[in-house]
Every structure is written in structure tokens, then in C-alpha cells.
């Protein structure tokens, strides 16, 4: 039996074999600067030997790019230009800048597509400049990441455990789920940042999935109410409950009676962590929090929602996960290092999040599409 077993692995073996030696000579011939300078003259490996050194540039000079792009939005350029073409001059003068810094800085931003030149020396928007405009949660993300980028001087410190309390940890003071203490005011300013990022993808939840099937949406870890908001105008007959610790949930509730849900929202306060959720609600939302959390924690997070929903109710979770085709720079990549600075949590898989949900009793697990995947996928759950 196990020779037979043994014999029966081989040709995976010799598969992976295989495609291990190739990978080794591929990277030691690539690596060889005389085959490097060979492919670059070599008209039918030219174009790639070009696109590659490029790439490998870009990822040398990232830094830079963001940088200039947080000008950009620090200084109000892609507003400016929101209403037509500006002369180079006009804008030196309106970003406050000598005209030899603005002619710096309009070049940087033309060579990234975030303006264009024009023949008459105006400076207009170019396609990903104009992106920007109307979105809020963008230009909140670009000017927060300057926290990012400071626990990130030392990157091997930081993945070795060494680098000491960071200043995302300290921007997110209620990673752990600890509300002893906190205030609306020492919540205000994570809180108005994830507001927007939930504004910006609520409409692709709620396409993906309608709640007018539904009576009662509780969003747990809701914040400020964004996606709460979103849902309670999509459904006009649905009921909400925004669900946080409960110096968030104090601004949430002020914010749905903005937004005049007042008489349709119930706010309570608690930690998913340590307290039972409410058990009235016949739906159940996370939005973008489960990647905010470990194992342990998004265990009892789930149970607790199980728990919560009644017979036939649905849990919704929605947030970038790991595997989305195209989207590794994001899930793998920027929200790992993010992640890891705020101090927990991580990007998962949908087969990694399916076998979560059904350890944590979940019968029915399944994915809804939706529109823009690299921002959010969403899960669909049945008790």
C-alpha cells in the first residue's frame, strides 16, 4: 500500500521537480548581466527586457511616485484643474509655489498620468488625476498614508517584531477591541477614514447583493454609519443597527440622524470580542473588518454572528481578499505591510474565508460578484 502510494506520487514529484530546475535556470540566466545586456539588443526579447527593466525601476522609485501624488492632492492641484485647463503660471501661484518648483512638480505629475500638457503651455487633467476628483475616501487614504510610510523606514525591523509601537497602532486605538477609555474625540479621526473608504465601495455591496429582501440589517464594527447609511437609502423599508465599541458607535448614531435614518436606527454599544451581539436583526454585515483582525479574534466574530442571526439569516461579509486575480499588489502586498503596521489582521482567501464561516457553523457559503473586485469581494453566509 504505501509503495504503491509512493509510486502513485512520483509524477508530481517529478512535475514539481521538473518546474523547480526551470525556475532555477530562469533566474540564473536572467540574473547573468551578459545575458541581461544580450536581451536588451536581441530585437525579438528587446521589448520585454525593456518593460522589465522598467518594472524593476518603478519598484526601486515608488516612493517617489506616491510622494508626488500626495503633493499633488496636498496642494489642491486636481482641484484646480477640475474646471479646465490652468496656465503652468496660474498654478504656481495658486499652490503657492516658485514657478521653477510647480514646473518640478506639474512634470513629475504628467509622467504618472495625473495631468497632461497641452501645446499652449496649460496643464490639464489626464485620466487618473481626474479619478480623483469626487472621491473623498482617495485623497483621505493618499494623505493618511504618511503614517504608513514613517512605520515603514525600516520595513526588517517591522516584520521582525523590533520596530516598537507604531504610529497606524496609535492612529487605530481600538485594534484589539479594548474600549476602556476612548472617546468619540480619540475616535474621530480612524473613524472619518473608514467612513469614507466604506462610502466608496458601499454601492458595490448593495448591487452585488440588494437588502429589500430583508427587515433588519445590523452592521457590526460599522464605525460612523457609512455603509449603514448607503443600505437604509437602498432599502427605505429596512431597519438598521450600527453595532461598535461605543465611543464609535456614539458617532455613528449622530451621524444616521444626519443622515435621517433616525427613526429606522438603533445604535448599541459593546466588542464583538467580549459581548453577545443583539439577536434581532435577519441580516448581518462586516465590512471591511474581518481583514482588520487575526484568527483568534475573527473566530469569535463569526460565532458571535451565528449566534446572533436567526434561522435562515445571512451574514454579508465584504472586503479585499487574497487571490482576486490582478489584485496581489493590493491584497498581498500593500495591505500586508499596512496591515502589519496597524498592528493585527490580515488578507484572506475566499476558500480561507468559506472554511472560517463554516467552522463557525455557517451552512451555506457563496460568493456574489461584484463590480470592482481588487476593492471588495463579498461572501454571502446562511445559518
Not at 103 to 118: G, I
Not at 283 to 291: G, Y
Request: proline share 6%.
Amino acid at each position: 500500500m504505501a509503495r504503491g502510494a509512493a509510486l502513485g506520487d512520483r509524477p508530481l514529484r517529478q512535475a514539481g521537480d521538473w518546474r523547480a530546475r526551470w525556475r532555477a535556470f530562469r533566474a540564473r540566466t536572467i540574473a547573468d548581466p551578459r545575458f541581461q545586456r544580450w536581451a536588451a539588443g536581441f530585437l525579438p526579447t528587446r521589448r520585454i527586457a525593456r518593460a522589465n527593466t522598467r518594472a524593476l525601476f518603478d519598484l526601486c522609485a515608488g516612493f517617489t511616485y506616491s510622494q508626488t501624488l500626495f503633493a499633488c492632492v496636498r496642494l489642491g492641484l486636481f482641484d484646480l484643474l477640475a474646471d479646465g485647463p490652468v496656465a503652468a503660471e496660474a498654478l504656481a501661484a495658486r499652490m503657492r509655489l516658485a514657478p521653477a518648483a510647480a514646473a518640478r512638480l506639474l512634470k513629475a505629475a504628467a509622467a504618472l498620468d495625473l495631468v497632461a500638457p497641452l501645446p499652449d503651455g496649460r496643464y490639464a487633467l489626464a485620466d487618473l488625476g481626474a479619478a480623483l476628483i469626487g472621491n473623498p475616501a482617495i485623497d483621505r487614504m493618499i494623505e493618511h498614508h504618511a503614517l504608513l510610510y514613517d512605520d515603514l523606514r525600516d520595513p526588517v525591523a517591522l516584520l521582525r517584531g523590533e520596530a516598537g509601537p507604531t504610529r497606524l497602532a496609535g492612529y487605530w486605538p481600538y485594534a484589539k477591541g479594548d474600549a476602556a477609555g476612548l472617546t468619540a474625540e480619540a475616535v474621530a479621526p480612524y473613524g472619518g477614514l473608514m467612513a469614507a473608504s466604506q462610502a466608496l465601495i458601499a454601492e458595490d455591496i448593495l448591487e452585488a447583493y440588494p437588502l429589500r429582501r430583508h427587515r433588519s440589517l445590523m452592521d457590526v464594527g460599522g464605525g460612523e454609519g457609512a455603509f449603514l447609511a448607503a443600505a437604509g437609502r437602498a432599502a427605505p423599508g429596512l431597519r438598521v443597527t450600527l453595532f461598535d465599541l461605543p465611543a464609535v458607535a456614539e458617532r455613528g448614531g449622530a451621524h444616521l440622524v444626519r443622515e435621517g435614518l433616525g427613526e429606522r436606527a438603533r445604535v448599541v454599544g459593546g466588542s464583538f470580542l467580549t459581548d453577545p451581539l443583539p439577536r434581532d436583526a435577519d441580516a448581518i454585515s462586516l465590512v471591511r473588518v474581518v481583514h482588520d483582525h487575526d484568527d483568534g479574534a475573527v473566530h469569535t466574530l463569526l460565532r458571535a454572528a451565528f449566534e446572533a442571526l436567526p434561522p435562515g439569516g445571512v451574514l454579508i461579509l465584504a472586503e479585499p481578499m487574497s487571490g482576486t486575480p490582478g489584485a496581489a499588489p493590493v491584497t498581498d502586498a500593500y495591505f500586508s505591510l499596512y496591515l502589519l503596521a496597524m498592528g493585527s489582521g490580515r488578507c484572506r482567501t475566499v476558500a480561507e474565508l468559506t472554511a472560517m464561516l463554516r467552522e463557525a457553523g455557517f451552512r451555506h457559503v457563496r460568493e456574489v460578484a461584484t463590480r470592482r473586485p481588487l476593492l471588495t469581494r463579498v461572501v454571502v453566509s446562511t445559518r
